[in-house]
């Protein structure tokens, strides 16, 4: 039995530690641990409710403006604040191009190296990169040309050994299976997803002032004022053609080369749609075209649970089933560690167990975390965009339904596939297939209603303080690129009184709860073969599946909160 | 204040000729690449905006560029969000394919990094032994110091631990973003973790600041090319900002203070003023005690920035703005422009000064220099110092 310890586990947000005990190369056991601490919850005590969501967004920079958004949306639900149509849309386009362009980065910058071996691509005939190129896509960057600059790029890195980002790789390990041809399409594409990602969210510059950390949103709407005859108008005609440009070129490059590489590369892994499922359990609160707090029904994204892989059904969320041990993080729950506490009455007293730095080891069978442990009825529940594509298409969801079956066809899987590793990362780029659809017809919306003169994005009804009632709760929630995300708030005076959150990374990457049940990053990562216990490559592979975001994980927000009768 | 001591965080422009030796120059590297001088100076032309320099220093950058062997760099993250790693790879000029794969060996930097766990720990160590006073750092996040450090560890050491080792032999330290600064957003309040900016941290420190939540792209960017092509960093301001970009107030650079000074405001959100552009000083901008060049450079390749979006700024790049310009949007009690206008010397902060005139003059650096400094001593510095600093 051997003990492997992974940190930092690199190309994530944020500061996460994994230790697997491997028997015979198969993981047999798993635990995953957060590192970091900030206890920025006391800082939003006492502060103007209006500027909650500037506070809130630094939460994470990686995943930045969700959580903006869904604390926005929290204190709008509290106060009662409507906001105008266009408003939301505005909010819907800078947050699916959030999505989008963190798939995109995940998978090429986060994500594939895990899958694609650099050095390996030196090898390439770019000849055969070309062909590899034009059999799986129309993008039109694929000529051996093209592909033999790309390679005398990574030449000139490996030949003055300051190979920079790719030094002390994992460069010929056997897990690598792709083709060197295959390789170096793959970081031609690395380079070039490099320049799309920085080109493509400048929709959020337009829209927000600027990435990461945009800075346009009020409570009750959005600052980015809307006027098609006022040049010096936020979004005006001209603003609208450089967003619907932006939108093109990055529909473009999903379609043309982020899902035919993610099929392309899954193919020479097939075995990685068995490993790596884990816990079986699916939530989403649902989003997009809807105003989040209100009726589920009308979101793009709907809202459900599937539970134990079972696909026949969608079971309903109640948001009042939310709650989180502490049992195994270092945390202290005035009433002991073996209950669990609703977001609204939840405690973050910090407590820190673990060994003194420098250490080797954590102390696996005591508490071993700065993230909490949230549960569902008291079950694991995975979040994300695997969970997002699960619950559409056990709803029945037709565009999803056709979208999921059609590519897995190619694959020669059936939709079961999905609940694996490389489900994960096909659910994610499927995902960004449909959001950057739908951001073309946000524009569009947009467009329409500035012709027909709809400019109105601020409902100012409710912006004195005075107008305000004495005290006021409220929740807000999201779907985040990497899941559910939900924000808690109670205003008292005017201020905050209490705040709460619960990040999509704090589902599945928190520890055991009371009755010992792993977390979905420990689940999933059972039963993952090893190579070279040296080289725990796997391990990443399945972890990175997930999308790990730590910044947002770790329990940030303190309330000692109340319960109060107004959340269901 | 560590401010007397500023000359020394110049790093000596031997350093770069003992880094690494490589086999070609950069624009060897371009051209091997297929990218064309023509691109190449293009570049070195946005940087030289950015740093204000004469446009004919575009030329003399493409030459010092071309002729630098590729310097390490080591970015690391402690209690962060990782926005300003996200800021980073939005830079245009240069490319962050460019900057992150050719124009630095960046070994370490553990968001976008290859290697990872013992492989990543050991490629630090190596730059820490093997590159000792010839690498960059750059810091992102703040760095807690109660109860022995337990609330930030990497590897099972301290980000302090890290901090300490790593900086303490590098050639040139950058601290990106508020957090690294003074501790940002996780120092307000009543900091639990006793979280501190590298320079309370880690006192004795020279560090260069890029303040800002996060700090901008093309800033980072502007510093690590004047690095690169003149050995050094580039003046600073009393609080270790790069005047370039911290020395001028929002306010006076803002594309909306033509309707300040004609008394046009928006009075709420979403009005005709709103619409029409007008100022938002009364709808709480911090505009007008904020140093930064946001309205000049923008954001996300020049795009736009906040004021220009619609909403007042935060002041984002002002000493402990958490604590010190929240409510964001009561207006300011003093109407900037109304009230009085100091210059740096008039405060009695002569460091500006002091960092020309104790830098040896030599070539070109020198020019560079006293354009900075010329600049420096008109320079209007309306921020208020924030709560006292670490000792």
């Known amino acids: ?235 005006n005609p001209e603003r609208i053609t450089l967003l619907n440009e932006l939108v093109s070129n990055a529909q473009t490059f999903v379609r043309q080369v982020y899902l035919p590489d993610v099929l392309a590369i899954a193919g020479f892994y097939p075995e990685w749609f068995q490993y790596g499922a884990g816990i079986g359990n699916y939530m989403t609160y649902g989003d997009y075209s809807g105003d989040s707090t209100k009726s589920a029904s009308g979101f793009s994204f709907p809202r459900g649970i599937v539970l134990g892989r079972d696909l026949s059904a969608v079971l309903p969320l109640d948001p009042n089933n939310v709650t989180e041990y502490v049992t195994r993080s270092w945390y202290e729950y005035p009433d002991g560690d073996m209950g669990a506490k609703h977001p609204a009455q939840g405690v973050t007293d910090p407590k820190y167990s673990g060994p003194k730095p420098p250490y080797e080891f954590l102390k696996t069978d005591e508490k071993y975390s700065w993230l909490k442990s949230p549960r569902y009825n008291d079950k694991p529940m995975e979040v994300g965009p695997l969970a997002r594509t699960l619950v559409a298409y056990a709803s029945g969801n037709q565009q999803v339904k056709l979208l999921v079956d059609s590519k897995l066809a190619k694959l020669k899987l059936p939709a079961s596939a999905l609940f694996s590793t490389l489900g994960r990362v096909a659910a994610r780029a499927l995902e960004a297939d449909i959001m950057v659809s739908r951001l073309s017809d946000w524009v569009a919306q947009l467009d329409d209603n500035i012709s027909h003169g709809d400019v109105r994005l601020h409902n100012g009804d409710k912006w004195s303080p005075n107008s305000w009632p004495k005290s006021a709760q409220g929740f807000g929630f999201h779907e985040a690129p990497r899941g559910s995300l939900g924000h808690w708030v109670e205003i008292e005076d005017k201020k905050i009184a209490n705040y709460q959150v619960v990040a999509p990374s704090t589902w599945n990457a928190g520890p055991r709860d009371a009755q010992a049940q792993r977390g979905p990053y420990e689940a999933a990562l059972l039963d993952t073969p090893i190579a070279n216990p040296e080289r725990p490559l796997e391990v990443l592979r399945t972890v990175h599946s997930f999308d790990p975001c730590l910044a947002c994980a770790v329990h940030v927000v303190r309330a000692n909160g109340v319960a109060n009768d107004k959340r269901r | 204040m560590h401010a007397m001591t500023h000359q020394h965080s110049l790093a000596p422009s031997s350093g770069l000729e003992s880094m690494i030796p490589v086999d070609k120059s950069v624009l060897e590297l371009c051209r091997s690449r297929g990218i064309s001088r023509r691109r190449f100076l293009e570049f070195c032309t946005a940087v030289t905006t950015t740093l204000a320099l004469p446009s004919s220093y575009a030329e003399v950058i493409a030459t010092a560029l071309s002729q630098k062997k590729k310097p390490v760099l080591v970015w690391l993250e402690f209690q962060d969000c990782a926005g300003n790693t996200e800021s980073m790879l939005r830079t245009s000029h240069p490319t962050v394919e460019d900057l992150v794969l050719e124009s630095f060996s960046w070994e370490y930097h553990e968001t976008i990094m290859a290697a990872y766990g013992k492989a990543a720990e050991s490629a630090l160590q190596r730059v820490v032994r093997e590159e000792k006073g010839r690498y960059i750092v750059v810091v992102e996040g703040a760095i807690p110091t109660a109860d022995g450090g337990v609330y930030c560890t990497i590897g099972g050491r301290t980000a302090l631990d890290i901090a300490q080792e790593v900086c303490g032999s590098a050639a040139a330290i950058i601290a990106v973003g508020a957090c690294a600064w003074d501790g940002g957003l996780v120092r307000s309040g009543p900091n639990p973790t006793g979280a501190l900016g590298l320079q309370g941290a880690v006192p004795g420190l020279h560090v ?169 001593e008109t320079t209007k510095i309306r921020e208020k110092p924030g709560p006292t600093e670490e000792q």
């Open chain 1, 1 to 235: 039995m051997t003990r492997v310890v992974i940190d930092p586990v690199t190309r994530i947000e944020g500061h996460l530690r994994i230790e697997v005990e491997v028997n015979d190369h198969k993981v047999t056991d798993a635990w995953s641990s957060g590192t970091m601490f900030r206890g920025i919850e006391l800082v939003l005590r006492g502060r103007d409710p209006r500027e909650a969501w500037i506070w809130a967004q630094r939460i994470c920079g990686v995943c930045t403006t969700v959580h903006a958004l869904a604390s926005v949306r929290a204190v709008e639900n509290a106060l009662g604040v409507e906001i105008p149509e266009n408003a939301r849309i505005v909010r819907d386009i800078i947050a699916a191009a959030q999505n989008v362009q963190d798939h995109i980065i995940h998978f090429y910058h986060l994500h594939a190296l895990d899958w694609v071996d650099v050095i390996s691509a030196l090898k390439a005939d770019p000849a055969k990169t070309a062909q590899l190129a034009q059999s799986i896509s129309d993008w039109p960057k694929c000529s051996a040309v093209y592909f033999k600059a790309v390679q005398n790029r990574v030449k000139t890195l490996a030949d003055s050994r300051q190979l920079s980002l790719f030094g002390s790789g994992d460069w010929g390990h056997p897990a690598y299976r792709l083709p060197p041809e295959a390789n170096l399409l793959a970081v031609a594409h690395y380079i070039e997803a490099l320049e799309l990602q920085r080109e493509f969210i400048r929709i959020q510059a337009v829209l927000g002032g600027k990435n990461p950390h945009p800075q346009t949103y009020l409570m009750g709407g959005m600052a980015t004022t809307m006027d098609g005859s006022e040049p010096d108008a936020v979004i």
């Open chain 2, 208 to 376: 260069v600041n890029l303040p800002g939540c996060p700090h901008n792209s093309a800033n980072i960017a502007a510093v690590l090319v004047h690095y690169l092509t003149f050995g050094e960093m580039p003046a600073l301001d009393p609080l270790n900002r790069p005047l370039f970009a911290y020395g001028d107030i929002i306010h006076d650079q803002c594309e909306r203070r033509a309707h300040y000074d004609a008394g046009r405001f928006a009075e709420e959100w979403d009005d005709e003023g709103a619409r029409k552009g007008w100022c938002l000083y009364k709808m709480g901008c911090k505009g007008p005690e904020a140093n930064l060049n946001c309205p000049t450079v923008q954001w996300n390749g020049g795009t736009s920035w906040p004021v220009k979006a619609g909403h007042g700024c935060i002041a984002c790049a002002s000493p402990r703005f958490w604590d010190t310009k929240s409510p964001f949007y009561d207006r300011l009690p003093h109407p900037a422009g109304f009230g009085v206008d100091v210059t740096v010397s008039e405060i009695g902060w002569t460091v500006v000064g002091a960092v020309a005139v104790a830098t040896a003059a030599h070539g070109i650096t020198s020019i560079v220099r006293d354009r900075l400094h010329s600049n420096a």
